[in-house]
């Protein structure tokens, strides 16, 4: 415990000082201090997160006491744990990265924001009270929205800050209440469970830290900021942004609903299945019609953070049903899908940050043919592209499959609505999951195949070495987090198996590697039949208990599902291997080259106007949702040449569903109640005394009342 507090100061104080260091140092050193002081402090917060996970103890520390107040308290378990790994390794892989997309105007600015960013994600995951936790969010919430503001855009900042506001106030009251109800304004008296509520106050506790948790995680209704806000921020922010930041409102909604509140009622998890699924949905549809690249992959954030919150919502009403195997199930794809989007989207920023410093131009529409002039920043995208589209055998993949192989068993609950619920939910994501294929093939042929369509793509340059090397570090994870799931499945059960109370480790991954082992916990037929599927290859080269993630049902359905990409991977290796030998073996070495003009139906010359758009892409998806898009107008103009009409030009936008039936709304009930607070000042003292007398008169009904 000694040695993992001296990490866990180790870690504040390498920020902290790189924070201090580069405000003193010179303009010039603000990059390479950036890239040693993110680097070697997310390296001791890696360090720190994996000690915390495996040891299996919790770590808690008093700092100071604060008058009125109580002691300030930091605390280490393995949720945190798991959050403070995942945080480091986006974090690393971004520092590096930010200092070399940095073009120096801003460096110590950018060094700056960027290392307090990283203090105050650390202090959030590790505060163990409530005032802390309150401050060390709020620091959190002012740090993203200057972040913004380095885009020279004010307006998404403020509407980030104005929102995120509203969701800390609904947190804090949430928490206050539970403070209340516990006695304690302490994580851990809060988490004991041994405290009654009354239903109602459940709920309301539920609906508060539920709905102001989802403004940072990018829930609907209250997402409208974030495509906002990450369209606008620069690209050196925007990978820790989306990796790291996202996730701190998913770890408020497990903190709070999963380990502090009893999960005694199947309500809440259904509210957390369906609103998740549709801001799957919602988000995904946005992203497949935009058509630029970065407010693309914003909403793509909104869509997998609703996928995470899905899986969450069918844990918590797994543990509630008293399914406990089934719940654990549901919150390793939920745990696995944040890890994997954190990788894969954290990848994906950056390849979108080197084309726009590569072309300047972050349309779709204008892009392309990048794939020759920037090869190895096309084939990291490529692999973002492929992981956040769920092919195997990418990370993906794996998160995907096990998010719905966990709602199918919604067969082993009771109540036909929720057995409903899930299954509409089924739906829904799975239609997601198309769509999000549509996206991203819509985005990598449009940025890096076919033609350039504009001169700035004519002059794009392959980027600098130091950039490509976080991209491949996060390319090379999302493969590993794809072929080995089996070995990534017991981690997260560390942290998963106290609050489901069963392990999901068991319930997955038979061990086949161990034969002693697989005496004690499987039938012996079940086990020689997967013997002769090949179960049991590599047993004598890895570790672990398997390469195959399994689930076994009873002996009418011994398997209920299955799957390995590790063994995926292998044959594919050799598949391909297998066909390119072959390939050159019998055509290519005896086929003669010949190199002539191609063939372009007749054109005299291909243009670039004349291939296919991602606008026109993504018009089927348009047409068909039509009825959720509601386009509007904005132009109409006809070219009308020798009495004949040449031309029609029409523009339109989609005005965002949640623009249209929340914020907007919001925006016109603002209005007409300042116009009418307006009216009220007429500068009569008269009025002003009657104001006051019937304020008077409210505050004594309201004191009898009470």
Same mark, same amino acid.
């Given at each position: ?10 870690? *504040? ?45 919790? $770590? ?7 008058? $009125? ?9 393995? #949720? ?29 600015? #950018?060094?700056?924001?960027? #290392? ?105 209704? #209250?997402?409208?900021? /974030? ?56 988000? @995904? ?11 693309? /992959? ?18 918590a009403v797994f543990l509630a049903s008293g399914h406990r195997v089934a719940a654990a199930m549901a919150l390793v794809a939920a745990f696995y899908h944040l890890s994997n989007h954190s990788v894969f989207k954290t990848l994906l920023f950056m390849g979108a940050g080197e084309l726009e410093g590569a072309t300047g131009i972050r349309s779709l529409d204008r892009l392309g043919g990048l794939l020759k002039r920037m090869p190895w920043t096309g084939f990291f995208v490529l692999v973002g592209a492929l992981s956040i589209s769920a092919m195997p055998p990418f990370n993906g993949f794996v998160s995907e499959w096990l998010t719905f192989e966990s709602l199918l068993r919604s067969v082993e609950l009771s109540s036909l609505g929720i057995k409903i619920a899930f299954v509409a939910a089924g739906v829904v994501l799975a239609l997601t999951a198309g769509l999000a294929v549509t996206c991203f093939v819509r985005a990598f042929a449009m940025g890096f195949l076919g033609m350039p369509r504009s001169e700035a793509v004519h002059k794009a340059r392959e980027t600098r070495i130091s950039a490509l090397v976080p991209m491949a570090f996060l390319a090379l994870l999302c493969l590993v987090l794809g072929v080995l799931p089996t070995y990534v499945i017991p981690t997260l059960d560390k942290v998963i198996a106290p ?12 061990? *086949? ?73 019998? @055509? ?18 291909? /243009? ?48 965002? /569903? ?29 009025? $002003? ?18």
């Amino acid at each position: 415990m000694i040695a993992f507090a001296h990490l866990l100061a180790l870690t *504040f104080g390498i920020y902290f000082l790189g924070t201090v260091a580069v405000l003193l140092l010179p303009r010039k050193a603000a990059r390479p201090a950036l890239v040693f002081f993110g680097g070697v402090g997310s390296l001791a917060l890696l360090v720190s997160g994996i000690c915390a996970l495996f040891s299996g103890h919790s $770590y808690s520390a008093s700092l100071w006491t604060i008058p $009125y107040i109580g002691n300030l308290t930091i605390a280490v378990d393995r #949720l945190s744990a798991f959050f403070l790994v995942v945080t480091s390794i986006v974090a690393m892989p971004a520092s590096l990265f930010a200092a070399v997309r940095n073009d120096g105007q801003y460096s110590r600015s #950018l060094a700056v924001l960027f #290392l307090a960013l990283l203090l105050s994600l650390f202090l959030v995951l590790i505060a163990a009270n409530v005032f802390l936790f309150f401050v060390t969010w709020e620091i959190m919430s002012i740090l993203i929205y200057l972040m913004i503001n380095q885009g020279k855009q004010e307006r998404p900042g403020y509407l980030m800050l104005a929102t995120s506001e509203t969701g800390t106030l609904a947190v804090l009251v949430a928490l206050l209440l539970l403070s209340r109800t516990t006695g304690t304004l302490y994580f851990e008296g809060m988490k004991a469970g041994n405290f009654s509520m009354t239903p109602a106050l459940y709920w309301v506790i539920f609906i508060l830290s539920f709905a102001g948790f989802g403004v940072k995680a990018g829930l609907i209704p #209250l997402n409208f900021w /974030l495509p906002r806000a990450y369209t606008a921020t620069p690209p050196s922010y925007i990978p820790l942004m989306a990796g790291a930041t996202l996730n701190l409102g998913l770890y408020g909604i497990i903190r709070v609903n999963m380990t502090f509140l009893p999960m005694t009622q199947a309500g809440p998890g259904v509210i957390m299945l369906v609103i998740g699924s549709i801001t799957a949905f919602i988000g @995904v549809l946005y992203a497949t019609i935009e058509d630029d690249l970065k407010t693309l /992959l914003a909403h793509s954030s909104i869509e997998n953070a609703g996928i995470i919150t899905a899986s969450l919502g069918a844990g918590a009403v797994f543990l509630a049903s008293g399914h406990r195997v089934a719940a654990a199930m549901a919150l390793v794809a939920a745990f696995y899908h944040l890890s994997n989007h954190s990788v894969f989207k954290t990848l994906l920023f950056m390849g979108a940050g080197e084309l726009e410093g590569a072309t300047g131009i972050r349309s779709l529409d204008r892009l392309g043919g990048l794939l020759k002039r920037m090869p190895w920043t096309g084939f990291f995208v490529l692999v973002g592209a492929l992981s956040i589209s769920a092919m195997p055998p990418f990370n993906g993949f794996v998160s995907e499959w096990l998010t719905f192989e966990s709602l199918l068993r919604s067969v082993e609950l009771s109540s036909l609505g929720i057995k409903i619920a899930f299954v509409a939910a089924g739906v829904v994501l799975a239609l997601t999951a198309g769509l999000a294929v549509t996206c991203f093939v819509r985005a990598f042929a449009m940025g890096f195949l076919g033609m350039p369509r504009s001169e700035a793509v004519h002059k794009a340059r392959e980027t600098r070495i130091s950039a490509l090397v976080p991209m491949a570090f996060l390319a090379l994870l999302c493969l590993v987090l794809g072929v080995l799931p089996t070995y990534v499945i017991p981690t997260l059960d560390k942290v998963i198996a106290p609050i489901a109370g069963a392990s999901g480790t068991k319930a997955l991954v038979p061990p *086949f590697f161990k034969n002693a082992l697989a005496a004690r916990e499987l039938p012996p037929k079940f086990v020689a039949e997967f013997h002769d599927l090949g179960a049991q290859v590599g047993k004598n080269l890895l570790p672990g208990r398997g390469l195959a993630v399994i689930h076994r049902g009873g002996q009418e359905n011994p398997v209920v599902f299955a799957m390995s990409t590790s063994y995926m991977f292998v044959t594919l290796v050799i598949f391909l291997v297998f066909c390119a030998g072959a390939v050159w073996l019998l @055509v290519a070495r005896h086929r003669k080259v010949e190199r002539r003009p191609r063939w372009d139906g007749g054109v005299r010359r291909f /243009l670039p106007e004349m291939t296919y758009t991602a606008t026109g892409f993504a018009q089927p998806v348009r047409v068909i949702f039509e009825a959720i898009l509601r386009p509007k107008m904005v132009s109409r103009r006809e070219v009308i040449a020798s009495h004949f009409r040449v031309s029609i030009e029409q523009k339109r936008e989609e005005v965002h /569903l949640v623009d249209r039936f929340v914020l907007y709304p919001m925006t016109r009930a603002a209005q007409r109640t300042s116009s009418f607070l307006a009216r009220m000042h007429n500068g009569q003292i008269n009025a $002003y005394a009657a104001y006051a007398l019937l304020a008077l008169v409210v505050f004594l009904i309201m004191a009898l009342a009470v």
